[in-house]
């Protein structure tokens, strides 16, 4: 091996383990962009519940009623399997609603289930987090005229529940974050939602 092969071997070793680390993460935002993107699933009960929420767009127009509390079987909140599923009470009558559903963990750094700012406000002045998702407005009048609308990115989806007896099925597609995918190739993060802070830890 000749001094010249010698020196590009090893300098292009060095540019890969340095590459290694940032290249990981990189593909892991992608792949979490990507698991953003949309929600799909079958919900089971172990009591008769009921959902009929065929109307949901953009969190200013929707129309119906759910509450089911049990199992949600599918893809969400950056997980693929069984996770806990509540929407209690949400509600849409055209322009008017509230909007109470949570697939999975609840996540007080996950920007589609709070605003982090609100969050960061109530460590910084010492008071508790919420220990479950906060209810929100929806439908376009609600919104406007009630000081709790949902965090920026919930306003881009369209979402889908029924739930007759003790199974159902949702679904809800997330333009914003399909966006926020196909940027995020560009290192371009619109949603402020790559190498999240640490996990605030919720206090008594």
């Excluded at 289930?113 to 906060?134: C, D, I, N």
């Excluded at 920026?152 to 949702?170: A, D, E, K, S, V």
Aim: charged share 15%.
């Amino acid at each position: 091996m000749t001094t010249r092969v010698r020196q590009f071997t090893l300098a292009a070793t060095m540019v890969a383990l340095t590459w290694l680390p940032s290249g990981c993460t990189y593909m892991g935002n992608r792949g979490r962009d990507a698991a953003d993107m949309f929600e799909i699933g079958i919900t089971t009960s172990s009591k008769p519940q009921f959902a009929f929420h065929p109307v949901d767009y953009f969190n200013s127009i929707a129309l119906g009623y759910s509450n089911v509390e049990g199992t949600y079987w599918g893809i969400g909140g950056r997980t693929v399997g069984r996770m806990p599923f509540s929407d209690k009470a949400s509600w849409g009558l055209l322009f008017w609603g509230s909007e109470n559903l949570t697939i999975g963990a609840f996540d007080t750094n996950d920007p589609h289930q709070v605003w982090r700012q609100e969050m960061a406000h109530l460590q910084a002045a010492g008071k508790p987090l919420p220990t479950e998702k906060p209810e929100y407005s929806k439908g376009l009048v609600t919104v406007l005229t009630h000081d709790n609308s949902a965090p920026p990115i919930t306003y881009m989806q369209c979402r889908r529940n029924l739930h007759f007896g003790w199974i159902g099925i949702h679904a809800s597609g997330r333009p914003l974050d399909m966006l926020d995918f196909i940027l995020g190739w560009t290192t371009l993060d619109i949603l402020g939602d790559d190498n999240p802070p640490a996990p605030v830890a919720a206090k008594p």
